[in-house]
């Protein structure tokens, strides 16, 4: 969820997927937390599979058992809503993404490539990345990318 008011970036966010904003310099001015890493934390003792699920099931909001996440969500997943607001200048670059992409964000190569919007590159980029590490860049990864005007 994400709204501009002149410079003003209204968002909301759940869990791992977030905002990051960048400066005209690419530094990282701005990012979300991550709120799953203490839902996540409850579950230590689990084993991964079994804290999979119960994170799944706390986070859940689709009564058919598949997708979790969103803002159309259960009363449950409520409690992980953030929301906030962040004044953007003419020359940042927003970035909203979802669990799979946060980790592009490190590489500075990457924030350049969304600022000349070349797909091509990205593509090349995030199939080398996944080539490398297939768990940590695999294919669960989806951003939008703005620059205010």
Do not use: W
């Amino acid at each position: 969820m994400t709204f501009i008011f002149d410079s003003t970036l209204i968002y909301g966010y759940l869990s791992d997927c977030g905002l990051a904003v960048f400066s005209k310099t690419n530094n990282l001015k701005f990012q979300t937390e991550n709120t799953l890493k203490n839902l996540i934390h409850r579950y230590a003792q689990k084993i991964p599979k079994e804290r999979r699920m119960l994170v799944r099931k706390e986070l859940r909001n689709n009564p058919n058992g598949k997708g979790y996440g969103t803002f159309t969500g259960e009363q449950n997943a409520g409690l992980y809503y953030k929301t906030g607001a962040i004044n953007l200048a003419q020359s940042d670059l927003a970035v909203l993404y979802s669990d799979g992409f946060v980790d592009y964000l490190q590489f500075s190569q990457v924030i350049e490539i969304l600022r000349k919007e070349d797909r091509a590159a990205l593509d090349a980029f995030s199939a080398q990345k996944a080539k490398e590490n297939p768990e940590v860049f695999g294919t669960d990864r989806t951003f939008i990318a703005f620059s205010p005007k």
